[in-house]
């Protein structure tokens, strides 16, 4: 049998470079010349902190999936981290294709509603996965508090 923490992280992985060929040029163009915070000189390191959050969910999901494989309510709960994936990764994609900050801005405010929700779920069955969940909930609101600001910076563009 195929261990889960393959099968979920290979799907997350899979579920990234479908949606990283959705970013077109002109729109990351529109995006690099965008004026950001002054107190964002963080911005190099945020495609790690992306990794390893979902890194993080991946493994999540694999240790609630351990917990009772195949039931009814761990199929629901990994339709739940997919949702999240999905919504996650549409950020950039979203907000790149519309060209709109606003797009991104609410793409990341359901992002943390469904994390939220999520990880209420998940501490019942495992208090590790929920743990786990923990750097989404942490970075997920400075990042939509970044395209906030950038709304406020550049508002012919929210």
């Keep these: ?7 979920i992280g290979g799907v997350a992985f899979v579920l990234a470079l479908l949606f990283s060929s959705f970013v077109s040029k002109p729109g990351a163009q529109w995006f690099r010349r ?7 000189t ?14 993080c969910g991946a493994i999540s999901a694999s240790l609630v999936w351990d917990e009772a494989p195949g039931t009814t309510t761990t199929w629901l709960l990994m339709g739940a981290y997919l949702l999240l994936e999905v919504v996650t990764l549409s950020y950039t994609s979203a907000m790149l294709l519309t060209r709109q900050l606003r797009v991104g801005f609410w793409i990341g405010a359901a992002g943390l509603a469904i994390a939220i929700i999520l990880t209420i779920l998940v501490f019942p069955i495992s208090t ?11 970075w997920s609101p400075i990042g939509t508090y970044v395209t906030w600001k950038m709304m ?6 929210a």
């Design 34 to 40: 965008l004026e950001r915070p002054k107190w964002l």
């Design 42 to 55: 963080f911005e190099w390191a945020i495609p790690f902190i992306w990794t390893t959050i979902f890194t």
């Design 128 to 138: 590790a996965a929920g743990l786990l969940l923990v750097p989404y909930l942490l």
């Design 152 to 157: 406020q910076l550049n508002p012919s563009e």
């Design 1 to 7: 049998m195929i261990p889960s923490w393959l099968v």
